[in-house]
């Protein structure tokens, strides 16, 4: 059986959001028996009387092309009038394209989303057309296409590893408690007065490994918080990210901005609520989306001789949109609750003469609302850093390793930041 991997796109530019369409649907069954095995998220088995031939690719756009448009470039023995059948997958799901003998129309069928269409051109590559115009204009549907692989696939792109879900939740966590848990309840006569503000910048990579695909996120996060004056407990909270998801070579772009304030409610205890909003996608992946977002977290800090115990708790509800402006914007109609719940041991230590914190973590994250695949997700991470407060301290590093265990799945991340 012929293969080929990661085929250019080249002349006909279709949309992307028209080959989600085209490739998301069915169920993981119907992939298992065309036989794929392709590496990368987006397959198809071409199916002639007296060939077959698999084409594997790391685009949309490249696995039509070869897949229903130029079905003659990969079937070396196609003539153009016989019956042919195109199974398509993305992560698992299936749909199929067939063109019966000496017939130019078109049968499009997505079984497990009770879609089937029959698409009259006077050529096949003119039926093929009416197909792309028909799903492109159809936003509803690839909505729908998206939210059914959110609740099916391991690797996705809005729950998953890398996810633009996932992603917003770790960041709203992270601004409220990951970030500034040692010494969050500094008491108001501690905390020096006039210190400044505080601008953050970092870096996050990671890597899962997931259901025998690999995820690869690498990521930008930015920081500023201004403190008050009077008591710089009291803290106006502005975060926003950057990143790149290489999901088994296919990627996609992301950014997130989001604004909170820290109040602290007693020597011990802060409340930082945060509102954010989200996009993610790329014409490779086939959609853009976005989430918005309202969260509050608790930070709760022990102090015992020579270490410290924060509990942190988070819930927030994230809710997708589709872009506003965006051309191949869609909504997987998506509400969902995140449960975060998480404990940090900090202790000082010296290395050499410059006194540094270790910090030991532990957290487990929940999704209720939507039925998801990826319901939940379970992290353990150490960190070093300088010694940190962040209603006294002009600058402070931290560079923290965490191992991430998933469903069909795990990874490992290593975000470094540095505030000053």
């Known amino acids: 059986m012929h293969k080929t991997d990661r ?34 998220l987006f397959g198809a088995l071409l199916n002639s009387p007296v060939q ?58 997505i079984p497990e989303l009770n879609i089937l269409q029959t698409f009259a051109g006077g050529t096949r590559v003119a039926s093929a057309r009416l ?45 409220s408690f990951d970030e500034v848990a040692t010494r969050i309840a500094t008491t108001q006569a501690n905390a ?48 926003a990210s950057l990143g790149v998801v290489d999901s088994a070579g296919t990627k996609s772009r992301s950014g ?9 409610m007693s020597d011990e205890w802060a409340l930082t609520p945060l509102v954010g909003v989200s996009l993610s996608g790329s014409d490779a992946h086939g959609f853009y989306t976005g989430v918005a977002s309202g969260s509050i977290a608790s930070t709760y800090l022990i102090e015992r001789d020579g270490f410290d115990i924060s509990v942190g708790n988070m819930l927030g509800y994230y809710r997708s949109f589709k872009p506003p402006g965006v051309s191949y914007g869609v909504d ?31 957290s487990d994250t929940r999704y209720l609302g939507d039925v998801l695949y990826q319901k939940s997700a379970q992290d353990i991470s150490i960190s070093l850093g300088t010694n940190k407060s962040v209603f006294s301290a002009r600058s402070f590093f931290r560079a923290t390793l965490a191992l991430q265990k998933v469903r069909d799945g795990h990874g490992v991340a290593l975000n470094v930041n540095y505030w000053f």
């Open 7 to 40: 085929i250019a796109a080249k002349r006909l530019r279709l949309p992307s959001s028209v080959l989600v369409a085209v490739l998301l649907a069915g169920g993981s069954s119907s992939i298992a028996q065309t036989g794929l095995s392709c590496g990368s």
């Open 332 to 362: 997987p109609g998506l509400q969902v609750f995140a449960l975060r719940n998480g404990i940090l041991i900090s202790q000082p230590i010296t290395l050499g003469s410059r006194k540094m914190s270790v910090e030991y973590g532990l």
């Open 256 to 264: 997130r901005v989001s604004a909170g304030y820290r109040f602290p």
């Open 52 to 109: 077959s031939v698999q084409v594997c690719s790391t685009s949309l756009q490249g696995l039509y092309e070869a897949g229903i448009r130029d079905v003659g470039a990969s079937l070396s023995s196609y003539v153009g009038d016989e019956a042919i059948t195109t199974v398509a997958r993305l992560n698992g799901l299936a749909a199929t394209a067939s063109f019966a003998q000496a017939s130019a129309n078109l049968e499009f069928s």
């Open 192 to 239: 020096q007065s006039g210190v400044g503000n505080l601008i953050g910048i970092g870096v996050l990579v990671s890597q899962h490994d997931i259901a025998g695909a690999t995820v690869r996120t690498v990521s930008a996060p930015l920081s500023y918080t201004v403190r008050n004056d009077i008591d710089p407990r009291r803290q106006a909270l502005l975060r």
């Open 131 to 175: 197909m792309h115009d028909w799903l492109n204009n159809n936003a509803d549907l690839r909505g729908r296409m998206l939210q059914h692989q959110a609740a099916h696939s391991a690797v996705n792109p809005v729950t998953g590893p890398g996810g633009v879900l996932s992603g917003a939740v770790g960041l709203d966590f992270g601004a």
